[in-house]
């Protein structure tokens, strides 16, 4: 059992609880490398050209030769500026926006959004490599939308790499609750979809891990909302509140009355301006 959580004070309310254990996710078959593995396939050298420019063409020829043992062996180049600076640029890239420079548009664009993204997913998992990468929900977010678009195997693969990830993070990082959510979201939404008891696992671990980085962290000066008010790293916060219908939608699918209000109430509070405080659920049935 994890350590206990002094009394703190929230939102104005004092209260004290035992923060839960990570629920296993074995049942997700987490892989570090099935994901890297399948978008790479999607990645022509014409794309690998493209990306290696990112930066008005700058070092395409420093950036190239790391780009292709990344997709050719799998091979994790150094948290250094090449290829680094290209990848996180293409990671901030808008396939729907034919205006958006650089990268490219529709399913082009995404194959080139998902292989940066999820190659600064890898790269960030590194020990070697943690002080090198911040703001990694703003990457997930560029990366769910992406492999969305880009259909199967990807999002199941996208599942088996949050599984592998989130073990790794420290005890008080603000960017698991986001990995948490993001893993609950294709739990619920990717064939073969999780069993009701470990969705209701994953939405009580997300419930508890926000109030943990909560009473932890310091936060920023505009943190009322739930979950988004965690993080200083905001700038694709509009790519998480996108996702409340779906997850409303979902919610409507499962029978378990207490796991359905659990997740109309995540959907509720990643509504813009959403205040802080869940709602008690203690008398929901099952």
Not at 164 to 175: A, Q
Not at 184 to 198: F, I, K, R
Request: glycine share 4%; with cysteine.
């Amino acid at each position: 059992m994890r350590e206990a959580i002094p009394e703190s004070r929230v939102n104005g309310l004092f209260h004290s609880n035992l923060v839960m254990h990570p629920p296993s996710l074995e049942v997700f078959a987490p892989s570090r490398d099935e994901l890297l593995e399948r978008v790479s396939k999607l990645v022509d050298d014409s794309i690998l050209r493209e990306i290696s420019e990112a930066d008005y063409g700058r070092d395409a020829d420093a950036h190239l030769p790391y780009l292709r043992r990344l997709r050719d062996q799998g091979e994790l180049p150094p948290a250094q500026w090449h290829p680094r600076e290209v990848l996180e640029l293409i990671r901030w890239s808008e396939p729907e926006d034919p205006e958006w420079k650089p990268g490219s548009t529709g399913r082009r664009g995404h194959i080139m959004r998902a292989f940066s993204s999820t190659a600064l997913l890898r790269m960030g998992s590194e020990p070697s490599n943690r002080n090198y990468f911040e703001g990694e929900n703003q990457t997930l977010a560029q990366l769910l939308v992406s492999v969305d678009v880009l259909g199967a195997p990807l999002p199941l693969s996208t599942r088996r790499f949050l599984a592998w990830r989130l073990p790794l993070f420290t005890e008080h990082d603000e960017e698991r609750p986001f990995f948490i959510l993001a893993l609950l979201l294709l739990a619920l939404n990717v064939q073969p979809c999780a069993s009701e008891s470990d969705l209701q696992n994953l939405l009580d671990w997300l419930q508890d891990d926000e109030r943990r980085v909560r009473e932890w962290a310091v936060l920023p000066k505009e943190s009322a909302s739930w979950l988004l008010g965690i993080t200083h790293f905001n700038l694709r916060h509009e790519v998480w509140t996108s996702m409340v219908p779906r997850l409303a939608g979902s919610a409507k699918t499962v029978r378990s009355a207490r796991l359905q209000q659990g997740l109309l109430e995540v959907a509720r509070r990643l509504t813009p301006d959403s205040p802080l405080q869940w709602a008690r659920s203690k008398g929901a049935s099952h």
